[in-house]
């Protein structure tokens, strides 16, 4: 994949299972990936599959069931509003002081947002933002549990942000348990996906010409490196309808890793050009879903667009740049598709 605007270019290695999907099915719009597992990646059969039916709680990327308890659309679109809430909150708040976003990223672009975002939180809630917690659900479920059993709950107050107070309101250990839950569930794929998708960027592009919009360069680096870069559907009757190679039983895998490639889509598909999208509306482009379907969008979408705006405007400004001497990045098979440890330095 090109650099835009580099000397020297950078190589991005894709782990071998997604470059074998690139490799394999760049280009078909409907494959068998295992016995019971087809691949969909043309953007009629996406479309016409994601609209066929609503995605089941247990498909939900964020608001699945929580220790065997169902979150209902009630809840999920409650927390949302809460979590919206705290990010416009933070964006509203003067900066203090200079920023330091040197270092390795995307880890110092989360822990960035984490501070932002949930500052004001108690600590036994932002501990549950940590990128550590990852490796292992038990590893999570763990530091929650111990957190909810800990005395000194904290008590609802006014510095807290609304999904701290949330948290604050449960009563017993069964409820603080799951308001833990909640509260990672909602705050940090926020946290990961924003600091993900401008890491993305910034291997992808930078140096970014002055004059090119960081939505733009956010749209093309959703493009490339989409963070969500699959949806599944489970088996559903309505599947085999909408086209025969789709069995009964087969699970649906949607890739917009593929069709965000696509070479019948896109003009120059592996080069990153935000400037395409001086002409392309990102609602309306067969093909692109980096949040999803239009009939059930990414219920993010709005928070993390302005969050990666701010994290470009800020590394534009003190005039950061990816460490020259980093020629090569590695995108590892994770739930978050994008590149690890990329290095931003002051320019020498």
Partial sequence: MPSSGTVRPRTTELAPRLAALLDDHLGQDVF????????????DIMDRVLAARRATETERPTFKPLHGRSITKAEASSVTRTVGNDVREALRRPRQGTVDLSGSWPLTGHLFLRDLILGRDPRRLRVLMSRTLELTPKLTWSVIAAGAALPGWPRPAEHLTGLGNRAAAAKGYQERRYA???YRRAAAPVCFTVSTL????LWLGAPFADGVPNRHIIHESLRLLPPSWNIL??????YPVIDARIGAKDDVLLLPLLSHRDPALWDDPDSFRPERWDHLDPEATPG????????????GRHMVMPLAELLLDLIRECGLVVDPHQRVAKVPLLGLLGVDGIRLTRPS
């Avoid at 401008?198 to 960027?201: L, M, P, S, T």
């Fill in 233 to 238: 559907r489970n088996a559903s009757p309505e």
């Fill in 180 to 182: 833990m839950g909640i």
């Fill in 32 to 43: 068998r990936l295992e016995p019971d597992t087809v691949g969909v990646a043309g953007p």
């Fill in 198 to 201: 401008v890491a993305n960027a």
């Fill in 288 to 299: 692109y879903l980096p949040f999803g379907h239009s009939s059930e969008r990414c219920w």
